[in-house]
């Protein structure tokens, strides 16, 4: 199962955006029960797990981003969303959408803050 996120770009530091991601049609009638995450991949670094959400909307946020970005889920339109909030240079990576444990890797949204 492959997640395709979408919504990033070039932002300047303080500044906001708001990723996107979109079930694909095989998981949509069980959306609801997969525990949800957003991933980064910096240059040069490994990919990590920024934000989750459960299947009951608990979540969990990666020190980095607590206060900052938030996740949160809507279940009849089968999307997961990551609002990022005064962002700063070092957001600067690939985002990814995937469950939790990950599945396949999808095509990741590019997001640049510049200082």
């Known amino acids: 199962v492959q997640l395709q996120a979408s919504g990033g770009g070039l932002v300047q530091a303080g500044g906001c955006l708001r990723l996107s991601c979109a079930a694909p049609r095989k998981i949509t009638s069980v959306f609801s029960m997969y525990n949800m995450g957003w991933y980064r991949q910096a240059p040069g670094e490994q990919r990590e797990l920024v934000a989750s959400i459960t299947s009951d909307r608990t979540t969990n946020y990666a020190d980095s981003v607590k206060g900052r970005f938030t996740i949160s889920r809507d279940n009849s339109r089968k999307k997961v969303y990551l609002q990022m909030n005064k962002v700063e240079p070092e957001d600067t990576a690939i985002y990814y959408c995937?469950?939790?444990?990950?599945?396949?890797w999808g095509q990741g949204t590019q997001v640049t803050v510049s200082s």
């Open positions: 995937n469950l939790i444990p990950p599945g396949q």
